[in-house]
């Protein structure tokens, strides 16, 4: 196994500590050795030679195993068998003893495509399975698997192997076969198979049928598509010297070369985050940058030459061409421009919006809307205009005023120091009815039977009688009270703040003045202890 050290070691650890588990969770990315993982423990658990650590691959049950044969290891493909019948049929199998070895193994592929009825058929007999049965799930979406599943079975997490890792195998694997290929080639097969061993391995084996035996970097180019590890330094070099006119004619000649922009632009992206991470980091670089010695030194050389902002400014511009490619079929054109950007603009600071955020920002600047200002302005008296020449307004669309002696103070600020005069709430008493009717029904009919109390600085006491404490509460409500004190607002243009109290006398309530109510209403009214709500 490669790169997969701590699974290895848990496996180890089990077997010589009897403490295996009835059934394994393996998860984890595409070609990080999970199927072979469970291979090599069914091979251990079977292996006729006595030592379970190392399987001998030479008895019968190492041999069926690794020839796909066994009887006693069962390969199911998870995606093809993955409803409720197919489980069933497995469960009726379980009870059969091992033909030949000590185990009889399911080793379950790409397991999360089972239905959830196929894995509710399984719950049971992956609980308490026969002593002589282990499973083995192998996935890449472990969070499609039922929580009910997962908690019965022992979850072993696979990572990505490393390009050093790769490089390592390949190789070996080249060696082992007499087949001719420098670092460089191997460097780009691990790039290109994206942390997955078997991709490198099915990659190295078209090259072979490619160029036989003598494998070159251009070959590897050719086929892959892969942009050289030059022409990064090279197109960076361009940008640090602010060379725009070269870069273009650079791009220009990757493209006629046959380059696919998008990769050419991935490759990029990729490289200033090397360039990025040797920047900020002195120790530990090839670890992080996971690449060749050299190739870090290469790193690490350009990166002295270039300031972390200008890095960072130039990631960002290429990730923003990925974005506007989106929306452009022809994604040269945000390329130039991106080259261009980064050779003109010295100190250029790229913003974090992606490009939908910015269309947005731009079509809707930030300014102050008018109405607000008009309408917090109106009720003030007349006062002497400000000077047009006191008044700027910035790139932002915000407006400043340098005279401050000659603005208005605000109006809340005045409301929250003016007292409420009482005789003017009794007068606007059935308006604020009528207007809070048409905000919230509900609001208005917890009104019934209330009736202005008293003032006290800008506080509105509202009395109800002592059996009407149910509305009283309902109207203490936040969102009933912000209603009411609105309309006061509007109505006296200025804060309000209300309160509600119990009283033993009654007053008769304030009503909207309306006219006169036909007889037969009032009837009806009486009858079903109803109101008027709206008069056509």
């Not at 041999?63 to 009887?71: F, K, M, N, T």
């Not at 990064?232 to 060379?243: G, S, V, Y």
């Not at 902002?309 to 974005?323: K, P, T, W």
């Not at 109390?453 to 009283?472: D, E, M, P, R, T």
């Amino acid at each position: 196994m490669v790169g997969q050290d701590n699974v290895v070691q848990t496996l180890k650890n089990a077997i010589k500590n009897n403490r295996l588990a009835h059934a394994y969770i393996f998860a984890g990315p595409r070609g990080v050795g999970k199927t072979s993982t469970a291979r090599i423990l069914a091979k251990s658990l079977n292996c006729q030679a006595g030592d379970n650590l190392n399987p001998c691959n030479k008895c019968p049950s190492c041999l069926e195993i690794a020839e796909g044969r066994s009887l006693d290891v069962i390969e199911i493909d998870g995606a093809s068998n993955r409803g409720i019948d197919d489980i069933r049929v497995l469960r009726e199998n379980v009870k059969f003893a091992p033909a030949g070895g000590k185990f009889k193994i399911y080793i379950i592929d790409e397991v999360h495509q089972i239905t959830p009825e196929g894995f509710n058929a399984l719950l049971k007999t992956l609980e308490e399975p026969p002593p002589y049965v282990k499973f083995i799930f192998a996935t890449t979406h472990p969070q499609k698997i039922p929580s009910t599943i997962i908690s019965r079975c022992q979850f072993l997490e696979f990572r990505r192997i490393s390009n050093l890792n790769i490089i390592k195998q390949l190789r070996e694997i080249a060696r082992a076969e007499k087949i001719e290929a420098q670092d460089d080639v191997l460097l780009a097969l691990a790039k290109a198979s994206d942390g997955s061993m078997r991709d490198a391995e099915s990659i190295l084996d078209e090259l072979v049928s490619f160029t036989k035996a003598d494998i070159k970097l251009s070959d590897v180019y050719s086929v892959l598509g892969v942009v050289e590890q030059e022409y990064l330094f090279e197109m960076t070099q361009k940008i640090i010297k602010k060379d725009a006119a070269s870069a273009i004619q650079f791009l220009d000649q990757l493209l006629d070369r046959g380059k696919e922009p998008n990769q050419l632009l991935i490759n990029l992206i990729e490289h200033y985050r090397n360039l990025m991470i040797a920047k900020v980091s002195a120790s530990n670089q090839e670890k992080l940058l996971d690449l060749p010695l050299e190739v870090c030194q290469q790193i690490t050389g350009q990166s002295r030459q270039i300031s972390l902002e200008d890095i960072l400014a130039g990631f960002n511009s290429f990730v923003r061409v990925q974005e506007t490619a989106r929306y452009m079929d022809n994604i040269r054109i945000p390329f130039e421009v991106a080259l261009v950007k980064l050779c003109h603009s010295p100190q250029l600071k790229s913003s974090p919006l992606p490009v939908p955020a910015m269309r947005q920002a731009v079509k809707e600047p930030q300014i102050s809307p008018a109405p607000q200002l008009k309408s917090s302005l109106q009720p003030q008296p007349a006062r002497q205009a400000i000077p047009a020449k006191s008044v700027s307004s910035g790139a932002s669309g915000e407006i400043h005023r340098n005279d401050h002696s000659k603005i208005p103070p605000s109006t809340d600020r005045l409301s929250k120091e003016t007292a409420i005069d009482f005789e003017r709430v009794q007068q606007l008493w059935p308006e604020f009815l009528e207007r809070v009717n048409k905000i919230k029904v509900s609001a208005a009919h917890y009104l019934e039977g209330a009736y202005p109390l008293k003032v006290s600085g800008a506080v509105l006491s509202i009395g109800f009688s002592h059996n009407l404490n149910f509305n009283k509460e309902s109207l203490e409500r936040k969102e009933n009270l912000s209603v009411l004190e609105s309309v006061w607002k509007a109505l006296l243009n200025q804060e309000v703040k209300i309160n509600f109290s119990l009283v033993k006398e009654v007053r008769h309530p304030a009503k909207a003045p309306s006219e006169e109510i036909d007889p037969a209403v009032q009837s009806a009214i009486a009858a079903f202890n109803g109101r008027v709500v709206r008069k056509s």
